[in-house]
C-alpha cells in the first residue's frame, strides 16, 4: 500500500470580497500563516480585479501560489 504524506494534496482559499490593499495583503499572509498553498480570486465581473490582486498576494507571501 502507498503511504500519502499529509502535504501531497495542496490546499487553496478562494478570496472574494475585495477590501482596501493593506487589508488584501494581510488576508493573503494570514493564509499563508494558515498553511494554504493556493490563493484563488474569481474572475468575474463585478469581482475584485484577479491580476491586481494576485500581483498583490504575491509581494507578501512566499509560498503560496
Known amino acids: ?3 500519502v504524506h ?3 494534496v495542496p490546499f487553496g482559499v478562494n478570496l472574494l470580497d475585495s477590501a482596501p490593499a493593506e ?3 494581510a488576508r493573503c499572509r494570514r493564509a499563508e500563516e494558515l498553511g494554504y498553498d493556493v490563493i484563488q480570486v474569481p474572475d468575474r465581473l463585478g469581482m475584485i480585479a484577479p ?3 494576485l500581483v498583490a ?3 507578501v ?3 503560496p501560489r
Do not use: I, Y
Request: glycine residues 0%; proline residues 0%; without cysteine.
Open 23 to 25: 487589508e488584501w495583503q
Open 57 to 59: 498576494a504575491a509581494a
Open 6 to 8: 499529509a502535504r501531497s
Open 51 to 53: 491580476f491586481r490582486a
Open 61 to 63: 507571501t512566499e509560498r
Open 1 to 3: 500500500m502507498r503511504r
